[in-house]
């Protein structure tokens, strides 16, 4: 028997869904995504728990691909208005 919290996605496919999910939405409401509450809303109790799952076999390309649209994001912001980083 495996030691710690059971896998809150099974399959990439899974995981995958639940952020074109949570990007949509962003884009729906006119926010920008932010790691935070992409962890909060795929139902992580941390940042660092998302990053774990690149460790999982297939969900690297998924989380990395993720985490690269909202630190885009981050870039655009520094180009509008906000005078540092």
């Known amino acids: ?10 399959t990439p496919e899974l995981m995958q869904q639940a952020i ?3 990007f949509k939405t962003c884009e729906a409401e006119k926010k920008k995504p ?7 809303e795929l139902g992580f109790e941390s940042r660092q728990s998302f990053y774990d799952y ?3 076999e297939g969900f690297s390309y998924i989380v990395k691909r993720a985490r ?4 885009s994001g981050y870039e655009d912001g520094l180009r509008e208005t906000a005078c540092t980083g």
């Open 34 to 40: 932010t790691i935070t509450k992409l962890a909060y």
């Open 1 to 10: 028997m495996g030691a710690g919290r059971p896998a809150i996605y099974e």
């Open 20 to 22: 074109e999910l949570y």
């Open 68 to 71: 690269l649209l909202v630190e």
């Open 54 to 56: 690149e460790d999982r």
